[in-house]
Antibody
Framework: EVRLVESGGVVVQPGGSLRLSCAAS????????MHWVRQAPGKGLQWVSL????????YYADSVKGRFTISRDNSKNSLYLEMNSLRPEDTALYYC????????????????WGQGTLVSVSS | DIVMTQSPDSLAVSLGERATINCRSS????????????LAWYQHKPGQPPKLLIY???SRESGVPDRFSGSGSGTDFTLTISSLQAEDVAVYYC?????????FGQGTKLEIK
């Protein structure tokens, strides 16, 4: 069974930092690009970031560019999101999501999602 | 950025009736080199992660009931549920993956009338 389990979400003060993790199982992790997608309370879905299968290519939403860093450790089947200079508007449920396409590329749509981890930025 | 706009924002349909959700993109998501529309639909129920229903605008994900179908091309797309079941109550999102930043519609809340 394909499974994604996020962790690391906590309450943090504005300006603070946080690292989210996503543990993957049930598939060949290093065959797939991975994404982070978030949902603010009462709002819709927002794509945050993409990392290629080998970590060599990354993309970010403008709202997080320069503050967030996506990374992966294929030896640990794990995806990460380093979040710095956090703002109240970063408060959201953060989902780890698997790209649908194997073979060294990415499609940009998500065939498996984790349950999410909640980040709250508040003083 | 490509802006995705769904209509309506909410919809109430009787059990067994057809539900139709529309999605419009601010620019075409049809890639001419492969004639594919880079458009997906997701179902999101409270307390659960989103679930992929449709990709390439009209391809049904494995395990998704065939009452769910997607159509459209270019900038205008539709998700149709042919006969609404109680378990279909959810928020539905369209998403373009033609270019980064990948963007979602604002969501359509589907309820039972």
């Amino acid at each position: 069974e394909v499974r994604l389990v996020e962790s690391g979400g906590v309450v943090v003060q504005p300006g603070g930092s946080l690292r989210l993790s996503c543990a993957a199982s049930g598939f060949t992790f290093d065959d797939y690009a991975m994404h982070w997608v978030r949902q603010a309370p009462g709002k819709g879905l927002q794509w945050v970031s993409l990392i290629s299968w080998d970590g060599g290519t990354t993309y970010y939403a403008d709202s997080v560019k320069g503050r967030f860093t996506i990374s992966r450790d294929n030896s640990k089947n794990s995806l990460y999101l380093e979040m710095n200079s956090l703002r109240p508007e970063d408060t959201a449920l953060y989902y780890c999501a698997k790209d649908s396409l194997t073979g060294g590329s990415h499609s940009g749509y998500f065939d498996t999602w984790g349950q999410g981890t909640l980040v709250s930025v508040s003083s | 950025d490509i802006v995705m706009t769904q209509s309506p924002d909410s919809l109430a349909v009787s059990l067994g009736e057809r539900a139709t959700i529309n999605c419009r993109s601010s620019q075409s998501v049809l890639y001419s080199s492969n004639n594919q529309n880079y458009l997906a639909w997701y179902q999101h129920k409270p307390g659960q992660p989103p679930k992929l229903l449709i990709y390439w605008a009209s391809s049904r994900e494995s395990g998704v009931p065939d009452r769910f179908s997607g159509s459209g091309s270019g900038t205008d797309f539709t998700l149709t549920i042919s006969s609404l079941q109680a378990e279909d109550v959810a928020v539905y999102y369209c998403q373009q993956y033609y270019s980064t930043p990948y963007t979602f519609g604002q969501g359509t809340k589907l309820e039972i009338k």
